[in-house]
Every structure is written in structure tokens, then in C-alpha cells.
Nanobody, 125 residues
Framework: QVQLVESGGGLVQAGGSLRLSCAAS????????LGWFRQAPGKEREFVAG????????YYADSVKGRFTISRDNAKSTVYLQMNSLKSEDTAVYYC??????????????????WGQGTQVTVSS
């Protein structure tokens, strides 16, 4: 069973950058599709970015396209989310998620089997 631990969150000014990491323990990391989601206070959890197990299929939410980049390093069992040009509306708790042997990259929270504990990202304007 894979366990996920996020890191890299923090406080940053608008226009700044952060890189989130999600390290996985356990076996078979390479066969998991991985996603980043976020949840702001009073809002539903929303899809941010996802990457297939081969790394060639990638999806982004329209709100982050062109600013965020998802990548994975299967040798390190880690998925990253590089966030540039941050805006105040990016403030949320960010979660990584995994789905084993997925065909494609799911974009709904209910499609994922495993979740990390979340890391807070706060963007000050």
C-alpha cells in the first residue's frame, strides 16, 4: 500500500513561486496515476493537475494552466507541483492523490484511492 506525504507549502507573496512535493512510500509507485487537488475554506476540493503513470499524459485545471507544472520522478517515488505566478485565489490546502493502474488521468476526487495529509499554501496580495 502506497502512503503519500506532501511538503513544500508555505506563505508566499502574489507573483511568487512554490514547489510542492509528494513522496510515496511503499511499492509500485510507477503504476499509479497521480493528481494534485486543493481545497479552500468553505469550498469543495478541486482538481489542479494530474499525471499518468507513464508521465506522458498530463491535465491541468484551466485556472492554473500556464502557471503550474506537474511532474513525477518514479525513481524517487515523488510527484511535484511547480507553482509560478501565484495569485491570492491559489490559497488553499493542497493534497496529492494516487490511483493504481488507472487508464488515463482522473480529475474527480472520488476517482482516487489514496490521499496525503495536505499542505497549506497561502498567497498574500
Amino acid at each position: 500500500q502506497v502512503q503519500l506525504v506532501e511538503s513544500g507549502g508555505g506563505l508566499v507573496q502574489a507573483g511568487g513561486s512554490l514547489r510542492l512535493s509528494c513522496a510515496a512510500s511503499g511499492r509500485a509507485f510507477s503504476v499509479y496515476a497521480l493528481g494534485w487537488f486543493r481545497q479552500a475554506p468553505g469550498k469543495e476540493r478541486e482538481f489542479v493537475a494530474g499525471i499518468g503513470w507513464t508521465g506522458t499524459t498530463i491535465y491541468y485545471a484551466d485556472s492554473v494552466k500556464g502557471r503550474f507544472t506537474i511532474s513525477r520522478d518514479n525513481a524517487k517515488s515523488t510527484v511535484y507541483l511547480q507553482m509560478n505566478s501565484l495569485k491570492s485565489e491559489d490559497t488553499a490546502v493542497y493534497y496529492c492523490a494516487a490511483r493504481k493502474l488507472s487508464v488515463g488521468v482522473p480529475t474527480t476526487p472520488g476517482s482516487y484511492d489514496l490521499w496525503g495529509q495536505g499542505t497549506q499554501v497561502t498567497v498574500s496580495s
